[in-house]
Every structure is written in structure tokens, then in C-alpha cells.
């Protein structure tokens, strides 16, 4: 069975929606606290008073997540890390028998796991204390912009205060940088990062299970609308482990003992990897290949471009963006005029869709709720 990163997708939302969730809950949390008095001329001294109280509740939310969260990284990160070892049972238990099976079903799992989770953890770290600023900042900014709106004539102090809270709503919660360089809001941070470890994490169970069963060459998949980074290693051979390096070699056929095969190697998997290969978001997968039985799979048409599934992100992203816009509106125009945004938008999805037959992927325009 074919292994990749698009097989724990499942276990990357479910470790993502508690950020989202609590996201939202720090937006109402927020928007509640603003509204309340806001009519009253002592407004401005009661809010800024209050700001301690805000952080202690924000405290409180921040606590919950990171509890719940901890434990579901490990928890993701143990699953994906099953789900590669069994695709390789499945995968061998069609050709291997005896020691060669028994060996592969006799690794340790424990430290591996450990290893991938405790990276995992200590990437999420810094996201707490940025969680803390950015709010408590956001908090007073709205304050400060609701109260200079009045005495410029521009704005009443609500319009002021509905267009920072959109204004954050928009945003969410940003400002973390990965290793590249790269800016991300929370929730695709969290995506990124929990991308990358389960995705490795079933990729390493998975080669390590065909290691100790002695197959050492792999295959890779062809994926729909691949990206320029995957598309050189696409229906290509490689070799587990070893040098780097498109060459031939001969190697013992998969199950005719005494018989050499050539087979042409693009190079090692943790070549490829280094390339771009099984990247976040990445849908290849890689299996078993046996010299001799295994056949280099036909190549397929695409249903749309590449570009076109970036353009299917980037409105499901505009979704969610306008339902954050109307989980913060302070009255019902406000909150009508967003969920009419949502629509549009939702029907841009559709027109998408139908000219290039790319599948609907409506859980990535929902909104998560608060556990």
C-alpha cells in the first residue's frame, strides 16, 4: 500500500481546528469585551482598566490549548506513524514471507514516535506568547482608534472599533516565520508544521518497514496537478537509502532468486525529499518496488493545473476570512454584509470546480468551533 503525506490529511485538521477554534473564541472573547458600554462617555477608562482581566482570560484560553493540543500532536504523530508502518505490512504481505515479514513487523515504534513529537511540540512553542501579544495589542489598538475616531469626525467610536476588530478578524493571529523566511497566519502555520512531521512520520515508518524486510528501491506516484517541485521524481525510482544520483544498477529480481535486473535509479528518496518531494500539502506517495514485478505506472491527465488548485486555496481562504469578519460583527448589518462576501466567494469555488473538474473541498472552507 502506497505511502504518503496526504494519508494523515485527517490528523493535520484535527490538530489545526484547535487553533482555529480557539482563534475564534479569542475574537469573541475580544469582541464581547469591546462591546460592552461602549456608548457610556467612560467607555475608554473602563476598557483600558479591564485590560487585565482580558489577559487573564486570554491566559486561561491559551492554557486550554496548549493542553489539548500537546496531546493531540502526540496523538497525530503516533497515528501517522502506524498508518505508514501498516501501509508496508500490506505492501510486503503480498511478496515477503517468513523472516523477511517478521522482521518488518518486529520494529520499536516508542522512540521514533517520541522524537517526531517532541520536535512537533517545540515548534508550536513561541506560538503561545505570540498568541498573548498579539491580542492584548489588538485589544488596546481598537481602543485607541474607537476613541481618536469621534474628535477627527471621520468615524463614531463603534465604526472605529468595527473596522480594527475587522481589520484582525482578516489577519487572525500572524507574525510566525518558518526556517525559509516565509510569513503565515496561526492556522497555516500549524497546518505547515503538522504537515511536515506526519507526513515524515509515515514516510519514515513506512521506508524503515521495508528496510528490515530487505526491499530497498521505492517508487514514486503520479499526483493530480503536481507542483514544479514533485514533478521531476513522478513515476521514478529510487533507492531507501544511499548515494545520490540518476544511474543504472543490477539488482537481484523482486521474487526470482538468482536472477539480475537493471534498473534505472533517479536517485535516493532522501534526495528527492531534500528537493521537494512529500513537502507540506505534497500528494505523491511512494511504495514498494520489486525489480522485475513491479511496473512504472502509465502517466495520466491532469484534471486541472497546478495553478488552478492554488487558486481553489486561495478563495477557500477568503471564506473562512469573511465568516471570521462576521464572528466579529458588532451588528447584524455588518454581520449580513460579510456572510454575503462568504457567498460570493463560495460561488467563486464552484465556478472553479465545474471548468476544471477539480474536487470540492468544503471542510477547508468551514470555520472551527470552539471544543
Known sequence: MPVSPAMAEDLVAAVADLYEAAEGVLIERIRQALAEGIDSPLWVELKLAAVGNLQAAIEEVIAALQADANGAIRQAVAEAYDRGQQAAVVELGAVATGPALAAAE????????????????????????????????????????????????????????QSALDAFADRGITGFIDRAGRSWDMRSYIEMAMRSVVGRAAVEAHSDRLGA?????????????????????????????GAPGARDVRVQ???????????????????????????????????????????????????????????????????????????????????????????????????????????????????????
Not at 222 to 239: D, F, G, S, T, Y
Request: contains cysteine.
Open 253 to 371: 529480481h523482486g521474487t526470482e532468486d538468482g536472477q539480475m535486473v537493471t534498473v534505472r535509479l533517479a536517485g535516493s528518496l532522501p534526495e528527492a525529499r531534500a528537493a521537494g518531494l512529500m513537502h507540506p500539502n505534497c500528494r505523491h506517495s511512494v511504495s514498494a518496488y520489486l525489480p522485475g514485478v513491479s511496473r512504472v505506472p502509465e502517466a495520466q491527465p491532469s484534471r486541472g493545473t497546478y495553478e488552478d488548485t492554488q487558486t481553489q486555496r486561495y478563495l477557500e481562504r477568503q471564506v473562512r476570512k469573511w465568516k471570521r469578519r462576521a464572528a466579529a460583527a458588532m451588528d447584524d448589518q455588518t454581520r449580513r454584509a460579510a456572510t454575503a462576501r462568504v457567498r460570493t466567494y463560495q460561488g467563486r469555488i464552484r465556478e472553479l470546480v465545474d471548468e476544471t473538474g477539480l474536487p470540492r473541498k468544503s471542510h477547508r472552507e468551514q470555520l472551527s468551533t470552539a471544543r
Open 213 to 241: 524486510a530487505g526491499v530497498d528501491l521505492v517508487i514514486v506516484s503520479q499526483a493530480p496537478e503536481e507542483c514544479p517541485l514533485c514533478r521531476p521524481w513522478e513515476r521514478k525510482i529510487l533507492v531507501r537509502t
Open 106 to 161: 518486529a520494529l520499536p515504534t516508542a522512540p521514533a514516535v517520541d522524537r517526531l513529537a517532541r520536535a512537533a511540540i517545540d515548534d508550536t512553542g513561541p506560538v503561545y506568547l505570540r498568541i498573548l501579544r498579539t491580542t492584548v495589542d489588538t485589544y488596546r489598538q481598537v481602543i485607541t482608534r474607537a476613541a481618536a475616531a469621534p474628535l477627527l469626525g471621520a468615524q463614531t467610536r463603534r465604526q472605529a472599533a
